[in-house]
């Protein structure tokens, strides 16, 4: 029969991965194991060495000897592109905690907020305290709602993420930026559900910072005590 799709384009582009020969270890490899390329790839790919760090760890987690995988990384992978458009860690901290609020992960909630206060301690209590009012506070640039916002949506089950996110987003941001953004929502949610659902006890410094910083706010311990 003559079945007929229609393909809706990604948020983001992907980078053609299998025409660039710095891709093609990482191409042959896929290939080999999965029978075909995933579009992700060449998303993550606008920062052109996280499908090869991804693929490793995916790898790992199967049960890969990661010893060996990073011997053979280390002849194949390319140097980091486009070095510059790497995004403050501040607002990549930021970016993470409002993952984890959407997601209800308290114990990502206070390692983030607690980052965050490490590189910028004078502006933190406005830009974490206004975060679910981020559109009408003073503290964001224009850049940093539309962030803000993208990551709230992301954070929540099921995915709240729409066109008028994106749309807003891509004002902003250069592709490898909004790979560098969705890398970042996307790691949380690996940890958001590695410690929510482990449970895993909360650290002293990161408990004492958030039971003093984000209490007023609605954070508490809840499973993540000793």
């Known amino acids: 029969p003559d079945i007929r799709r229609e393909f809706i384009l990604a948020n983001i582009k992907p980078r053609d991965i299998a025409s660039e020969e710095q891709f093609d270890p990482l191409v042959k490899m896929v290939e080999a194991g999965m029978g075909f390329v995933p579009n992700s790839m060449g998303t993550m790919a606008h920062m052109n060495q996280l499908p090869f760090v991804f693929s490793a760890l995916f790898a790992t987690i199967m049960g890969a000897d990661a010893k060996v995988l990073f011997r053979g990384m280390l002849d194949t992978l390319p140097d980091q592109e486009n070095q510059e458009d790497n995004l403050d860690p501040e607002l990549l901290q930021l970016i993470a905690y409002c993952v984890s609020l959407s997601s ?123």
């Open 104 to 226: 209800g992960c308290l114990y990502c909630q206070a390692h983030t907020s607690h980052s965050a206060h490490r590189i910028e301690s004078a502006r933190f209590e406005a830009r974490f305290s206004n975060i679910l009012n981020c559109e009408e506070a003073d503290c964001y640039s224009q850049a940093e709602k539309s962030a803000i916002q993208l990551a709230l949506a992301a954070g929540r089950t099921p995915n709240e993420v729409s066109d008028d996110h994106f749309a807003a987003f891509r004002k902003y941001f250069t592709e490898r930026q909004q790979a560098q953004i969705l890398g970042v929502i996307s790691i949380f949610g690996f940890l958001n559900r590695w410690n929510d659902t482990n449970g895993t006890a909360l650290e002293e410094k990161p408990l004492l910072f958030a039971e003093e910083m984000l209490s007023s706010s609605g954070w508490s311990l809840g499973k993540h005590g000793f």
